[in-house]
């Protein structure tokens, strides 16, 4: 039987993280899903994460957590990334910056999966080499684990592909997140690895990128600085559901996912149907 893995793409504040925690009990059971992963790096209030909403993600089917450039904007976070067993820093971060570089999570059929992530360097603040740290994640991970998932946030989708293309064969996925917007090139790689430029976001889509649109333009147009706040509607959640082989690791298929608002409510009650204590 293949593995079946969700990986969320980045979770834009309330209206984000509020959407999965209604909708996603309902797609573990409709997409029969042994693994979820979620990228939360603007979970709280479009920058960041809390150790709260960290844990209520836990709660309603996440069971590992990825970040990205905006793991540090919340001190409070930092004791759950040194303590917490299912959420992981860009491992590319220098070892002095808190959080664990990997985590191995127990999918519901019981296979072990590793996940690990990583920053590209185009377009973004200078980190240690991807390529390298790459290589170094990969020696270092238990060797009897076999499916590994690597969340690349990164901009460009030149470096994304690079990377697929660096890993292919050596790791079950690469998906890539911190754009926001979904591409639709997912694959299977010649040798076995499931890629995708960028997974989306899961967040309010009559927005920039998550954010209100007035106030992006204002500060666009006139250089003034503004707050920019989360938006609020046409939430969606974005992500990609790929199989696996947990013998081999090497990916199946890959699917693209969307979810939108008018699909909610009968996965609402599909989720309460499987959990009626939540
Ligand atoms: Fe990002
Ligand atoms: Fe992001």
């Known amino acids: 039987m293949p593995l079946r893995f969700l990986l969320i ?7 984000g993280y509020r959407f999965v925690e209604r909708v996603l009990p309902g797609l573990r059971q409709r997409e029969r899903l042994d693994l979820v992963i979620a990228n939360a790096e603007n979970a709280a209030a479009g920058a960041g994460l809390t150790p709260k909403i960290y844990h209520r993600l836990l709660e309603v089917g996440v069971d590992c957590v990825t970040m ?6 919340r001190n409070e976070l930092n004791p759950t990334l040194e303590k917490e067993p299912c959420i992981v820093k860009p491992a590319n971060y220098p070892p002095e910056a808190p959080g664990r570089d990997w985590a191995v999570v ?3 059929d ?3 999966v590793a996940v690990f992530s990583l920053l590209g360097r185009v377009f973004m603040r200078p980190v240690d080499c991807p390529w390298k740290t790459a290589e170094r994640i990969l020696a270092t991970l238990p060797e ?3 499916v590994i998932v690597l969340d690349f946030h990164a901009e460009a989708t030149s470096d994304k592909q690079l990377m697929g293309r660096y890993l292919d064969g050596r790791v079950s996925a690469v998906l890539g997140t911190h754009t926001h917007v979904p591409t639709a090139d997912e694959q299977i790689l010649p040798r076995g690895t499931a890629f995708q ?3 989306g976001m899961t967040g309010p889509h009559e927005s920039i990128l998550g954010r209100e649109i007035s106030q992006v333009m204002t500060t666009t147009l006139t250089f003034r600085p503004t707050i920019f706040h989360v938006a609020e509607n046409d939430v969606r959640l974005h992500g990609s559901i790929v199989e696996v082989d947990p013998q081999t690791g090497r990916a199946l298929s890959i699917r693209r996912l969307a979810v939108q608002e008018a699909e909610a409510d009968e996965l ?3 989720g309460q149907a499987v959990t009626p204590s939540s």
């Open 9 to 15: 793409g980045d979770i834009v504040g309330k209206p």
């Open 68 to 73: 990205g450039d905006h793991i540090y904007r």
């Open 106 to 108: 127990s999918a519901a």
């Open 144 to 146: 009897d684990v076999r």
């Open 110 to 112: 019981g296979t072990r």
């Open 268 to 270: 609402e009650k599909l």
């Open 197 to 199: 430029c960028d997974v």
